[in-house]
């Protein structure tokens, strides 16, 4: 099992370009997130989705789209980047239900100059 | 607001104990969580905890008080590859998870 893999794990963008993040977990899981992790704070939840077609915004999620076409795959877009979107993105996953333990992908980073 | 605060950094030494604090403020408590995350790599799951009282696994502990708002992580025995970031979070009442921003944990020989 690969678990929640993350591509690509490295990229550098300038400002106004627009990139995809994609997210791919084998674990049959229905619950998926993006998170962005900066230095000195928590993970911010960008947006989640419950189930394959379902979406819904997190704590940060303005600048960011996501796409929930398959339930195996989560795809986090940029549509203009900003050097305020430099950061460490993370996805999750976890299985049904309110509560339960996330696994998370190995995490990209991003640097938009 | 929501909350949740941790040490920012601590030092430890080889073969000793060290306790790492938690406390929150949150809208409701459903459960708190603790990861670990070494540089550069995924947060891993350690435990979880939604009644008060103790949880040990191995060299790791972690405790629970709702009426305090509080946790605590307790690694025995540190060993040098426990050098990580742990991070606790709080499913709140609406089932949203809130994330502490970790402590930094450095073991030294």
């Known amino acids: 099992n690969a678990g929640v893999t993350q591509t690509p794990k490295f990229r550098v963008l300038k400002t106004g370009q627009s990139m995809t993040l994609l997210c791919a977990q084998d674990m049959n899981h229905e619950y998926m997130y993006w998170y962005r992790q900066d230095p000195g704070m928590g993970l911010r939840l960008i947006h989640y989705?419950?189930?394959?077609?379902?979406?819904a915004k997190g704590e940060v999620p303005d600048g960011y789209n996501v796409s929930r076409l398959k339930k195996q795959n989560f795809l986090l877009g940029l549509e203009s980047a900003a050097p305020s979107q430099t950061s460490v993105y993370f996805c999750a996953s976890k299985t049904s239900g309110d509560t339960g333990e996330l696994f998370f992908g190995e995490g990209s980073r991003l640097t938009v100059l | 607001g929501q909350n949740i605060d941790q040490p920012t950094e601590m030092t430890a030494t080889e073969g000793a104990i060290v306790q790492i604090n938690c406390t929150y403020q949150?809208?409701?408590?459903?459960?708190l969580f603790w990861y670990q995350q070494h540089a550069g790599e995924a947060p891993t799951f350690l435990s979880y905890n939604v009644l008060d009282g103790l949880e040990e696994k191995g060299r790791f502990s972690s405790f629970l008080s709702r009426s305090k708002g509080y946790s605590y992580l307790l690694l025995k025995e540190l060993q040098m590859k426990d050098s990580a970031s742990y991070l606790c979070a709080v499913y709140d009442s609406n089932y949203q998870l809130i994330w502490g921003a970790g402590t930094k944990l450095i073991i030294k020989p």
């Open positions: 949150t809208s409701g408590f459903n459960g």
């Open positions: 989705s419950v189930g394959e077609g379902t979406t």
